[in-house]
């Protein structure tokens, strides 16, 4: 399900769009949010990638962990989990600043 053309949903309400990997699988988006339906620090992770993401025109992504193929066992335990360019950045709270940081720090890969 793409929401718009930075946004991509995937396999976060069980339909077809669902992801084949870890997070080690190749992707566009900078940002990864991983979490798990019903998940109240989802949401609030959510908007605040949502607005980073928007601010400095960066894609992003959001996975089900029940969806990825043998996620880290300590994973489960940090919901929501924030990924840039595929590395672990944050769990549980995402800050902006601490994201802005990242994402402009962080070398934009060959295929984004």
């Not at 620090?41 to 928007?54: D, F, P, Q, S, Y």
Request: contains cysteine.
């Amino acid at each position: 399900m793409v929401l718009n053309e930075r946004h991509t949903v995937v396999g976060m309400d069980n339909t077809s769009d669902t992801t084949s990997g870890g997070a080690d699988r190749s992707s566009a988006a900078r940002i990864t949010l991983v979490g798990r339906p019903g998940c109240h620090l989802c949401k609030m992770a959510r908007e605040v990638i949502r607005g980073v993401a928007e601010d400095l025109d960066v894609t992003w992504e959001e996975v089900s962990i029940l969806d990825l193929r043998d996620p880290d066992p300590l994973w489960w335990e940090q919901l929501p989990i924030t990924l840039v360019d595929g590395e672990q950045h944050d769990y549980w709270r995402v800050s902006a600043s601490r994201l802005r940081a990242a994402l402009a720090s962080a070398p934009t890969p060959a295929h984004a």
